[in-house]
Nanobody, 124 residues
Framework: QVQVVESGGGLVQAGGSLRLSCTTS????????MGWFRQAPGKEREGVAY????????YYEDSVKGRFTISRDNAKNALYLQMNSLKPEDTAMYYC?????????????????WGLGTQVTVSS
């Protein structure tokens, strides 16, 4: 059974930084594409960042390009999201996802396994 656990969320002032982490079990981590999504109250869950199994390919949602960096450490079975220059509009629950089935990576329905999320709140 695949388990996904996020951590690292919190309350930060606008312009600040946070690093989210995600660990998994029940899968061969270095064989899996990974992603970060977020969902703000009353909004759809949206794709934030994507990283290929080997880490060589990354994609970002337009509003976070240049501010967020997705990375992974396959030796530690860990995924990260470094978030800099945070804005109040980045406030959301952030989710780690795995089990991408191909297609449009920003489509939440293309991913099999999810964590419970970690809350990020950015104050103005």
């Amino acid at each position: 059974q695949v388990q996904v656990v996020e951590s690292g969320g919190g309350l930060v002032q606008a312009g600040g930084s946070l690093r989210l982490s995600c660990t998994t079990s029940g899968l061969t981590f270095d064989s899996y594409t990974m992603g970060w999504f977020r969902q703000a109250p009353g909004k759809e869950r949206e794709g934030v960042a994507y990283i290929s199994s080997g880490g060589g390919r990354t994609y970002y949602e337009d509003s976070v390009k240049g501010r967020f960096t997705i990375s992974r450490d396959n030796a530690k079975n860990a995924l990260y999201l470094q978030m800099n220059s945070l804005k109040p509009e980045d406030t959301a629950m952030y989710y780690c996802a795995t089990g991408f089935r191909g297609g449009t990576w920003t489509d939440r329905n293309r991913w099999n396994s999810w964590g419970l999320g970690t809350q990020v709140t950015v104050s103005s």
